[in-house]
């Protein structure tokens, strides 16, 4: 019993305390882009959404409420195959959060259009794989999010850049539009022939 508490312990730990390796030096939350930029060097993918918040404040015992917006940037770096790539958050220009995607990739392997494109790839990735895409289109769509409070739910909007890439692959085989939403793939779909 004493064992699992230990390990349930460190696993704590270690999800709570995410860090990204550049070389010898660590880069964490509360970091400032300069900060990461510095130890890591330019990231392979950036993409940037701006988050509004309705927020409540209570002011003399009165709920006041205030749209506030909040800038969300998307860094990926590809340390290569051997290595994670790691896409970073920053809100205001801090690091909100360190995720881990998928195994990292070669730059020299550009366009093999016979490779997959998985979902929750960045773009830098589908352009590694598939080169450049023959149509590109971007929208900007708002979503409502309610986020329960202790006493009431607080609304909030979000605001998501989504990204339509096309490729065309000539006659003998089908088109493929890629679709990104904050710089990530969700969607990857068949079009008709190519021409």
Known sequence: MVRVAVV???LALSSSAMALRCGTRLVDEGD???HVQARCGEPVDVSLRIESQT???NIAGALFQQTVEIVVESWTYNFGPTRFMQRLEFRDG???????LGRGYRPSRVGQRGR???????RGRVRATWGEPTEREVRTETSSVYIPGPTSAVGASRTTEV?????NFGPSRFMRRVVFEDGQVVRV???GRGY
């Open 8 to 10: 349930l312990t460190f």
């Open 32 to 34: 400032t882009q300069g």
């Open 55 to 57: 927020v409540l404040q």
């Open 94 to 100: 801090i690091v909100s959060r360190i995720e881990t």
């Open 116 to 122: 997959n494109i998985h979902l929750r790839e960045s």
């Open 163 to 167: 990204e339509y890439w096309t490729y």
């Open 189 to 191: 779909e068949t079009l």
